[in-house]
T-cell receptor
Framework: DTGVSQNPRHKITKRGQNVTFRCDPI?????LYWYRQTLGQGPEFLTY????????KSRLLSDRFSAERPKGSFSTLEIQRTEQGDSAMYLC???????????FGPGTRLTVT | GIQVEQSPPDLILQEGANSTLRCNFS?????LQWFHQNPWGQLINLFY???GTKQNGRLSATTVATERYSLLYISSSQTTDSGVYFC???????????FGGGTRVLVKP
């Protein structure tokens, strides 16, 4: 059990550019979640997958955001045409069916200049 | 949606002191977790405690589901306990966690 991993850990981009983040869940965890955390706040839910199916999306996930989990293993979160308001920590978590406890990765800190 | 409120928002402790953090939630929950977020942003699982009492070293937690609150106790605090403590709840199995605003703890040597 190597834990949830996320790459990159830090990303600085200019407004208008596209960025993509990757999350590798704990092996055999079939549920994967994305959250966003802004400075001084608690994390907020964005979306979650069971295997490769995206089952729920938050209203926070505008049409500039897209998440995929093509083979039910790792997931990617893409933000198109980044805005300064997208600057945040993007957190990934995973859990096992039948076990509700979620385990979080170290996050990707995005700064949009 | 469900509301999660944590108190106090900030806590300054002298090393060795004990403290209690509180989490109130507005609806029945299937899951309640306590996390410690370290200065690098990593969320570390402390307890999965939808009801009852658990202890892990100097930390313990109690959830009274019928009264919709949970308490996290830190005893004999150490400087490494500094950081932000989050309570998060889940309404249905396998769904999203809703986080409180956190309690920022600073333990001074």
């Amino acid at each position: 059990d190597t834990g949830v991993s996320q790459n990159p850990r830090h990303k600085i981009t200019k407004r208008g550019q596209n960025v993509t983040f990757r999350c590798d869940p704990i092996s055999e965890h079939n549920r994967l979640y994305w959250y966003r955390q802004t400075l001084g706040q608690g994390p907020e839910f964005l979306t979650y997958f069971q295997n490769e199916a995206q089952l729920e999306k938050s209203r926070l996930l505008s049409d500039r955001f897209s998440a995929e989990r093509p083979k039910g293993s790792f997931s990617t979160l893409e933000i198109q045409r980044t805005e300064q308001g997208d600057s945040a920590m993007y957190l990934c978590a995973s859990s096992l069916t039948g076990r509700v406890e979620q385990y979080f990765g170290p996050g990707t800190r995005l700064t949009v200049t | 949606g469900i509301q999660v409120e944590q108190s106090p928002p900030d806590l300054i402790l002298q090393e060795g002191a004990n403290s209690t953090l509180r989490c109130n939630f507005s609806d029945s929950v299937n899951n309640l977790q306590w996390f410690h977020q370290n200065p690098w942003g990593q969320l570390i699982n402390l307890f999965y405690i939808p009801s009852g009492t658990k202890q892990n070293g100097r930390l313990s937690a109690t959830t009274v589901a019928t009264e919709r609150y949970s308490l996290l106790y830190i005893s004999s605090s150490q400087t490494t306990d500094s950081g932000v403590y989050f309570c998060a709840v889940e309404l249905a199995a396998g769904n999203k966690l809703t986080f409180g605003g956190g309690t920022r703890v600073l333990v001074k040597p």
